[in-house]
């Protein structure tokens, strides 16, 4: 069992990366492998619609998501951990969910050699906003709702938590503890 943690946050160490840490400390000690992608420290160009990968399910972007591709491809899960930005997730993230489309073929079906490898895998998602309602992050959940339900990959639910300093988090034993058991849920 492997799970992917995804930061969509150009701040390191700060509230959504603490989250993500718990979520995979969670899915370790339940016995998966884990490993964790920076978003903001890979290249990662937004998608030109130029519809190549339509054809062969790989994108013509010469940048770093074909790596993370595979890694997705690799992983049993996937937890994705972002800050509301603007009432909408961060431009690392959004760039990177929509190079998701290389997954698929002109008619939105997913590629038959990327299939396998995908029905069925488990996504989750953490967000975080500074707005003390965690409501706000809504549209994002949405986002990923949606594209799970799509694409039949198994949303295993959202972690909704408010802070706004860096490590404000560190202090909301809730939020970690449901951080935590989403990595769990993962693995299970």
């Not at 937890?79 to 959004?94: D, G, L």
């Not at 008619?107 to 965690?134: A, N, S």
Request: glycine share 8%; hydrophobic share 40%.
């Amino acid at each position: 069992m492997k799970v992917l943690g995804v930061l969509g946050s150009p701040r390191v160490g700060g509230n959504s990366d603490i989250l993500l840490d718990q979520a995979l400390a969670g899915a370790k000690d339940a016995g998966a492998e884990v490993e964790k992608i920076v978003l903001s420290r890979k290249k990662i160009s937004g998608c030109l619609d130029c519809q190549k990968c339509n054809e062969n399910g790989l994108c013509v972007i010469q940048d770093d998501m074909p790596e993370i591709h595979q890694k997705i491809l690799e992983a049993d899960a996937v937890i994705h951990s972002v800050p509301v930005y603007f009432w909408a997730m961060t431009a690392q993230m959004k760039a990177y969910l929509d190079r998701w489309c290389a997954f698929f073929d002109a008619e939105w079906r997913w590629h038959k050699h990327y299939y396998p490898k995908l029905k069925g895998k488990k996504i989750g998602l953490i967000t975080v906003c500074g707005d003390p309602e965690v409501h706000t992050a809504d549209p994002i959940v949405h986002a990923f709702r949606t594209t799970c339900q799509f694409t039949k990959l198994n949303f295993i639910g959202p972690v909704m938590a408010s802070a706004s300093a860096k490590g404000d988090i560190a202090r909301d034993e809730k939020a970690k503890k449901e951080a935590y058991e989403l990595g769990r849920i993962a693995v299970s």
